[in-house]
Every structure is written in C-alpha cells, then in structure tokens.
C-alpha cells in the first residue's frame, strides 16, 4: 500500500510540473508570434523574450544539476541531528566528517585502488582502440562495416547481463579479487565506444597526410604514432577522459569481482560504510566522501577543458 501511494504522488508530482510548464509556455509562445506581426519593434520585443527564455531554461538545468552536489556539501559539513533538517544554506562548519574519512587507512587505499585501475584501464583502452580505428577507417576489407556494428552493439548489454559469464572468465584466468580483474572488466566495456569514436575521428582525418607518409617509407606503426596520434589528441582526451570516469565511478564489477577489503575501490568503500550500530547509517562521512571523491572528476575536466576545445578545431589540415 505505501508503495502504490508513493507512486501516485510522484504522478501528481510529475502531473503538476507539466501542468505548470504549460501553462508558462504556452502563455509565452503566444506573446512571441503575437509581437513578431508587429514590425521591428515587435521582432525586438521577440528577440528579447526569446533569449530571456533561453537563459531562464540554462539557469533551471544548471541549478537543477548543480544542486545534488551542492547539497552533498552541505551535508558533508554537518554532523548529528542536523543532518536530518531540511536546509539549503549551510548553518555550520564542522570538518569532522572529512577528518574522519580522511584518516581512515582503508578509504585511501581504495582512493589508490581507484586510480590505478581507471588509469590503467584509460591506457589499454586507448592503446587498443588507437590500432582498432585505423584497421576499421584505413584499411579496407571485407566485412568492415559489419565489425564496426557488432563492436557497436557490445556496448548494448547492460553490464548484469554479462556478469555471471564474465565472473566465470575472471575465476578461469586466476584474476578474482584482483585489481586485474577490474581492468580487465572495465576494458572490455570502454572499447566499444573508444573504438567507434576513434573510427568516426579518423575517417574525417585528410588521406593526403597519410599518403605522404607512405611516400617517405613510414610503416603503418609510424603512421599511427607520429602522424595521426597528434591529430587525435581531442578525441583521445574525451574518450580517455570519460573512460576514466567510467571506472572511476563503476560499482557493480568492483562489488563483485573484489571481497577484501584492501582491494576496494572508492564506489564499493563507501556503499560498505558503516556506522556505530547496524541500523545506522552513517551519512556525514558518505557524503563527505563522495565529494572527496567527485573532486578530481571536477578537476579533470577543468584541465582539459580547454585542450579538447582547442584541439577539435585544430585537426585537419586545408589547401
């Protein structure tokens, strides 16, 4: 009974929302094609609310993907009973939390469990899709566009759909309760769609160069090192980039394919907090840990921000 309770209030929730933006909408959609039949100051009056209406629109997605996080913070820096009020401007500054997750030996160590395994991941993946694109752009031979797919439609399967045979592949290669169990898997998901932006990315790279290349006796290997690998920076920044938040943040691999506690990565570490009793669930340490944890995420993509801007405007070569 609770259950279908709750559901019918998030219908009336989901109800109410639509009903609401509609009704500003609709309203504003109207006062747009009204004022644009009216001349020049009319097609001002449009220009105007169109873009007040499309900063309004950036606003609301910002504050409504920000907030999760900004919330996280806030409760990270409470402790107690004040973890359970309701607010949305911090009322304390307590550094407890933090202290404890960040003297806690095991939490660090699946810190380095987790970048040693995204990082190593990042390099396999990219090394092997680097060679796989330029066979899939480059060379021609039968059946290309059906691999290009196939490799495509791997990606497809949701990860439980293949846990249990790819438990049964890391139990036969002796890799359970490993760190190379992880690569392995996280490997095998981040391929395909390395693979496939990789192939798209080259493709539109000028075949001038590379027949230049051959000219001058470069082998195949050479070709792809020194010619394209400069030219595929931005693609192997973001591809590398999201291949590392992909294992940095994958739980259900790292739960099952791991039981020590020394071999946790950070997801796992902090499902498996624990508090004083059974019952309680300790959420000023889990949530100062998340953001210890979302922080080099954040980090990461301010630095390459401007590398895989730059980078997907410089190229390809003209004339």
Not at 172 to 194: C, D, E, K, Q, R
């Amino acid at each position: 009974m609770t259950v279908i309770v709750a559901s019918f209030w998030v219908l009336v929730k989901f109800v109410a929302f639509v009903a609401v933006t509609t009704a500003i909408a609709v309203p504003l959609y109207h006062t747009v094609l009204v004022a644009t039949e009216g001349g020049g100051s009319g097609r001002r009056l449009s220009a105007f609310l169109w873009r007040a209406g499309f900063w309004a629109i950036v606003v609301v997605i910002v504050l409504v993907s920000v907030f999760p996080f900004y919330y996280a913070i806030l409760s990270s820096l409470e402790s107690g009973t004040a973890l359970f009020r309701v607010n949305y401007l911090p009322e304390a500054f307590d550094l407890s939390n933090y202290r404890q997750v960040l003297t806690t030996s095991s939490f660090l160590h699946s810190i380095w469990n987790s970048v040693l395994i995204a990082t190593i991941t990042v390099v396999a993946a990219l090394t092997l899709a680097v060679t796989a694109s330029y066979a899939l752009a480059r060379v021609r031979f039968r059946g290309r566009g059906l691999l290009l797919m196939t490799i495509l439609a791997v990606s497809m399967f949701p990860q439980i759909a293949v846990l249990s045979g790819l438990y049964e592949l890391v139990n036969w290669l002796g890799l359970y309760n490993t760190p190379w169990a992880l690569v392995l898997s996280y490997t095998i998901f981040t391929l395909p769609f390395t693979v496939w932006v990789l192939t798209t990315f080259m493709r539109d790279l000028p075949v001038e160069i590379e027949e230049a290349a051959i000219v001058d006796g470069a082998s195949p290997w050479v070709i792809i090192t020194r010619v394209f690998m400069p030219l595929l920076w931005p693609a192997l920044v973001t591809t590398g980039l999201l291949a590392f938040i992909g294992a940095w943040n994958e739980f259900l691999f790292a739960l099952t394919f791991t039981i020590s506690e020394n071999q946790r990565t950070v997801p796992v570490a902090i499902a498996l907090f624990s508090g004083a009793s059974v019952q309680e669930i300790p959420w000023g340490p889990i949530m100062a840990a998340s953001v210890v944890v979302t922080l080099p995420l954040i980090a990461l993509v301010l630095v390459f921000q401007r590398k895989i801007v730059a980078g997907l405007t410089a190229g390809g070569v003209k004339g």
